[in-house]
Nanobody
Framework: QVQLVETGGGLVPSGGSLKLACTSNAFTFDYYHLGWFRQAPGKEGREGVSCIDSVDGRTMIADSVKGRFTTSRDRAKNTIYLTINDLKPEDTSRYFC?????????????????????WGQGTQVTVSS
């Protein structure tokens, strides 16, 4: 059973940093590509931010946030992380962890894929100007 729990959001000043965590169980961690999406207030749809390949740990970062966002994983804790530096007001969003089965997807994809993905409940990041 897929399990995803996000933590680490909060209210931070512009220019600050945050580290979000998505904790799963061993099954999810081993058999699903895990990534981060975000949804800004009042906007429809979620933007893919990052992804970690479940097999080899290769990471993907969206061009829109490259240079400020990094992602990593800790196998011992079944957890992936999203570190956000130099936060900007436009980063204000709810950040969601997303899993995608590697049995169907040979590599990470940074777009929603209805019917195959699972989502956590999200964690709110608010950046004050």
């Amino acid at each position: 059973q897929v399990q995803l729990v996000e933590t680490g959001g909060g209210l931070v000043p512009s220019g600050g940093s945050l580290k979000l965590a998505c904790t799963s169980n061993a099954f999810t961690f081993d058999y699903y590509h895990l990534g981060w999406f975000r949804q800004a207030p009042g906007k429809e749809g979620r933007e893919g931010v990052s992804c970690i390949d479940s097999v080899d740990g290769r990471t993907m970062i969206a061009d829109s946030v490259k240079g400020r966002f990094t992602t990593s994983r800790d196998r011992a804790k079944n957890t992936i992380y999203l570190t956000i530096n130099d936060l900007k007001p436009e980063d204000t969003s709810r950040y969601f962890c997303r899993s995608l089965p590697r049995s169907r997807f040979g590599a990470c994809v940074l777009r929603p894929w209805s019917g195959y993905e699972w989502w956590g409940q999200g964690t709110q990041v608010t950046v004050s100007s």
